[in-house]
């Protein structure tokens, strides 16, 4: 099993960046697909992007394609989400997570989930 942690959230103004970080703890991350989500006050959890274990394949949203990258760096045990021109629709919490098995863009296909950072971008 796998626990993972989120960090790097905060306030920043419209068109602002920051770095989301995803660390993992009880089995190496690099075993794991990771997928990022999101959540805003009063909607359900949305995919945003994820990557594959091996950082092969890469999948985005279409509200957030040309915008974000996911990364990963299998030595460090983590997966980081660089989130650039940001906008107040991307306020949300946000979280990482692994499915125990298949590559997924699904909230329903992933099994092991962080407890989220709240990101906030001010107009």
């Known amino acids: 099993q796998v626990q993972l942690v989120e960090s790097g959230g905060g306030l920043v103004q419209t068109g602002g960046s920051l770095r989301l970080s995803c660390a993992a703890s009880?089995?190496?991350?690099?075993?794991?697909?990771v997928g990022w989500f999101r959540q805003a006050p009063g909607k359900e959890r949305e995919f945003v992007a994820a990557?594959?274990?091996?950082?092969?394949?890469?999948d985005y949203a279409d509200s957030v394609k040309g915008r974000f990258t996911i990364s990963r760096d299998n030595s460090k045990n983590t997966v980081d989400l660089q989130m650039n021109s940001l906008k107040p629709e991307d306020t949300a919490v946000y979280y990482c997570?692994?499915?125990?098995?298949?590559?997924?863009?699904?909230?329903?296909?992933?099994?092991?989930w962080g407890q989220g950072t709240q990101v906030t971008v001010s107009s």
């Open positions: 009880g089995r190496t991350l690099s075993f794991y697909h």
């Open positions: 990557i594959s274990w091996s950082g092969s394949r890469t």
């Open positions: 997570a692994a499915p125990t098995n298949y590559y997924s863009l699904r909230v329903s296909g992933y099994d092991y």
